[in-house]
Each structure stands twice: as structure tokens, then as C-alpha cells.
């Protein structure tokens, strides 16, 4: 029986992705893997020491194996916590008028210009 599978080490900025396909051992770890993959040399500016990862987008730890086809992605850290955004752009909506400050939805522009 082979003990060899493939499996694909992916990471990206906006401007330059690398997809690395390679065969594995089945029992290496998602680190062992990402480090033999060699993705680190293409993205010198990134640690991948011990990055946040996962599989077909879900969540894995570092000493996780795979399974033959799987997809490791390493993923970067966020640039800004999504509900703080989310909480700011609702904020200028309202303070632009274009939000319901009570309801938070769309202001009825009918009923704005009947006032």
C-alpha cells in the first residue's frame, strides 16, 4: 500500500498567489508539509512559523495530518477585525443619512421628502 499522497499548499497576497502541489507522507503533519512545500521562499516577508491554517477553509492545527487531495491553506492575519468595520461603515450610513438610526435599515426616501 503507497503511503504517498498529494495535496496542495496555497497562500496569496492581492497581488501574487502560489499554488505548490506535491506527494506527501500521509502521517506528515500540515507543518511538516508547509515546510517542505518551500512556500516560504516565495514569500519572504511572511512568517510561516506558525501561521493560522486550514483545509477547504476550515480550521486545522499545525500538527493535524491530511488526506489525500486536501488543500492547506496558510492564511495571513486580518487587517482589521470585521465587526469594527461592519459597526463603522454602519455608522457613516447613518451620519450620511442614508440609514435609519432606530432600525439601521435604509432610509424610505418617499417618506423623507412627505417631512
Known amino acids: 500500500m ?3 499522497i498529494s495535496v496542495l499548499v496555497v497562500f ?6 502560489k499554488v505548490i502541489e ?7 503533519t500540515v507543518a ?3 515546510e517542505a512545500s518551500g512556500i516560504s521562499g516565495y514569500f519572504t516577508d511572511f512568517d510561516f ?4 491554517v486550514g ?3 476550515r480550521s486545522v492545527k499545525l ?3 491530511c488526506r489525500d487531495g486536501d488543500r492547506i491553506e496558510v492564511y495571513r492575519p486580518l487587517i482589521a477585525d470585521p465587526k469594527a468595520a461592519r459597526l463603522k461603515r454602519a455608522q457613516k450610513a447613518i451620519d450620511e443619512g442614508r440609514a435609519d438610526k432606530v432600525t ?4 424610505n426616501a418617499m417618506r423623507k421628502t412627505e417631512d
Open 2 to 4: 503507497d503511503n504517498n
Open 12 to 17: 496569496g497576497y492581492a497581488h501574487k498567489q
Open 22 to 28: 506535491l506527494k506527501v507522507n500521509k502521517e506528515d
Open 32 to 34: 511538516q508539509i508547509i
Open 49 to 52: 512559523s506558525a501561521p493560522k
Open 55 to 57: 483545509i477547504f477553509n
Open 63 to 65: 500538527d493535524d495530518t
Open 104 to 107: 439601521g435599515g435604509r432610509v
